[in-house]
């Protein structure tokens, strides 16, 4: 049985380093934990077959490091 994603948090800046998104810099959010982030945090990719998903999609450096250990 798998739980569902979490919600996607909708910010104005990336939760990392605080760079504002523009139309240039686009907001990103990492399908594990849901933060909003920059593409060069989070840029990692790994499955989530917690959530149902077996695929790669987008993560935090955050969420990648914990999964990988």
Not at 25 to 49: F, I, K, N, V
């Amino acid at each position: 049985m798998s739980m569902d994603p979490p919600p996607f948090q909708e910010a104005s800046r990336c939760d990392v380093c605080k760079c504002s998104f523009t139309a240039f810099r686009r907001r990103h959010h990492c399908r594990c934990c849901g933060r909003t982030l920059c593409a060069e945090h989070s840029s990692d990719q790994m499955d989530l077959p917690q959530f149902g998903i077996h695929s790669s999609v987008r993560v935090c450096a955050g969420c990648y490091n914990d999964r990988s250990r």
